[in-house]
């Protein structure tokens, strides 16, 4: 079975430019995370979906990042203007959600940012 | 209250060791605590996991007890190896289909 798979691996931009990663999650799994972690810290969570909608974005900062899971599947993530403190490892995680095992999540390798 | 707070921040173990890192939550709503390892440059890996209904849960080397009224939950590595140096992060869910609150993470090296 194929993991969690997010591109790009690396990203260096400067700051007030945009950029987007892409994750694919595991097939069949209905529900999608993306997290943040800063060098040195815990993961934290931006965005949950379930299957195409939104469950959490509560963390999210709304003013410059957006995401979006179109078809319930694919998803994206997008900053806009991007800002030093938002250099970080981006990780993308999915879970069944539904049937079988609910509450195991599983991570992509993530995409590192570093804002200049 | 949603806070997951780790220690220690790094532990160094002789190999054939035993490695002890604790976590401990404030938000009685958690159900499910599991145990991520992470190694540079990987996505965090699920290690084991458990729920408050067991107090403790083996899997091979890797045990989590759990203690519900410290609201207290730790991880133990018994005959640690090289390969197991890595950081390890608690995390904690309420029901079955939230996001994790993860703990800050240990960093983990074992000496051969």
């Known amino acids: 079975e194929a993991g969690v798979a997010q591109s790009p691996r690396y990203k260096i931009i400067e700051k007030r430019q945009s950029v987007a990663f892409w994750c694919n999650p595991i097939?069949?799994?209905?529900?999608l995370y993306w997290y943040q972690q800063i060098l040195g810290q815990g993961p934290k969570l931006l965005i949950q979906?379930?299957?195409?909608?939104?469950?959490?974005d509560s963390q999210l900062p709304k003013d410059r990042f957006s995401a979006e899971r179109l078809k319930g599947v694919d998803s994206t993530l997008k900053i806009q203007p991007a800002k030093l403190e938002d250099s970080a490892v981006y990780l993308c995680?999915?879970?069944?959600?539904?049937?079988?095992?609910?509450?195991?999540?599983?991570f992509g390798p993530g995409t590192r940012l570093t804002v200049t | 209250q949603q806070q997951v707070k780790q220690s220690p921040q790094s532990l160094i173990v002789q190999k054939g060791g035993i490695s002890i890192i604790n976590c401990a939550y404030e938000?009685?709503?958690?159900?499910?605590f599991p145990w991520y390892q992470q190694f540079p440059g990987k996505g965090p890996a699920l290690l084991i996991a458990?729920?408050?209904?067991?107090s403790e849960k083996k899997e091979g080397r890797f045990t989590i007890s759990f203690n519900k009224s410290a609201k207290q939950f730790s991880l133990h590595i018994m005959d640690s190896q090289p390969g197991d140096s890595a950081t390890y992060f608690c995390?904690?869910?309420?029901?079955?289909?939230?996001?994790?609150?993860f703990g800050s993470g240990t960093r983990l090296q074992v000496q051969p």
């Open positions: 995680a999915s879970s069944q959600g539904l049937a079988g095992k609910p509450y195991e999540q599983y």
């Open positions: 097939s069949g799994h209905a529900t």
């Open positions: 979906f379930q299957n195409n909608g939104v469950v959490d």
């Open positions: 938000n009685t709503a958690f159900d499910y």
């Open positions: 458990i729920r408050p209904d067991v």
């Open positions: 995390a904690a869910s309420v029901g079955g289909r939230r996001a994790l609150t």
